[in-house]
């Protein structure tokens, strides 16, 4: 089993819509939690830390479950400069694991 | 502040040969990560760096990937003789610590034809 899984997607979304990702971990002795995103051909870039409390920058909210060990990623109000893969990704003892991704598609 | 940068961002050699991989941290990061994407996977754990000894290097594929972190500052990837399945992007990130967020270098893309 992998140690961080997510749905590839793609989801296509208009412009202005909603969007959440999820991501499930099965470690529970994982200590934290990222999303980055990463363009085409491109290195991944943080987008944001994850916490319990949940945390929120702009138009991203992201909250990690530790019960159900899942963390999501919402957007609101999509922009074009949206589209991207968001890559889930945990750590736990030395290791950053990183989910496949979940490709995002925003169209005008 | 400048980023972690790496060098080069292509590689094409001939299965066989040798090719040396190179990553400058984010100055005053000592934690040091080498990942590697191969074509449709997930990227991928190879080794952690912290300072100039290898703290986890459960990731490496087999004794033809080499990583050396030298004075702790750039890390060098060296693979010697490549492969075919070697092929893909490898990364390098860094951190100031364990489990902070870490940031990633460009990449370098490598090819072994």
């Known amino acids: 089993r992998k140690e961080v899984e997510q749905d590839p997607g793609p989801f296509n979304v208009p412009e202005g819509a909603t969007v959440a990702f999820n991501c499930t971990y099965s470690?529970?002795?994982?200590?934290?939690f990222f999303w980055y995103r990463q363009d085409c051909r491109k290195e991944p870039k943080l987008l944001m830390s994850?916490?319990?409390s949940g945390n929120e920058d702009g138009r991203f909210t992201a909250q990690l479950n530790r019960a159900s060990q899942y963390i999501s990623l919402l957007i609101r109000d999509s922009k074009l400069s949206d589209s991207a893969t968001y890559l889930c990704?945990?750590?736990?003892?030395?290791?950053?694991?990183f989910g496949s991704g979940t490709k995002l598609n925003v169209k005008p | 502040e400048a980023g972690v940068t790496q060098f080069p961002s292509h590689s094409v050699i001939e299965k066989g040969q040798t090719v040396t991989l190179r990553c400058d941290p984010i100055?005053?990061?000592?934690?040091l990560y080498w990942y590697r994407r191969v074509m449709g996977k997930e990227i991928k754990f190879l080794l952690h760096?912290?300072?100039?000894?290898?703290?986890?290097e459960s990731g490496m594929p087999n004794n033809r990937f080499l990583a050396e972190r030298t004075g702790g500052t750039y890390s060098t990837l060296k693979v010697q003789p490549a492969e075919l399945e070697d092929s893909g992007v490898y990364f390098c990130?860094?951190?100031?610590?364990?489990?902070?967020?870490?940031?990633f270098g460009q990449g370098t893309r490598l090819t072994v034809v």
């Open positions: 760096f912290v300072k100039e000894s290898k703290q986890d």
């Open positions: 100055s005053g990061h000592d934690n």
């Open positions: 990704v945990g750590y736990n003892f030395n290791k950053f694991y």
């Open positions: 470690n529970s002795a994982s200590q934290s």
């Open positions: 994850v916490y319990s």
């Open positions: 990130a860094s951190s100031q610590e364990r489990g902070a967020r870490a940031f």
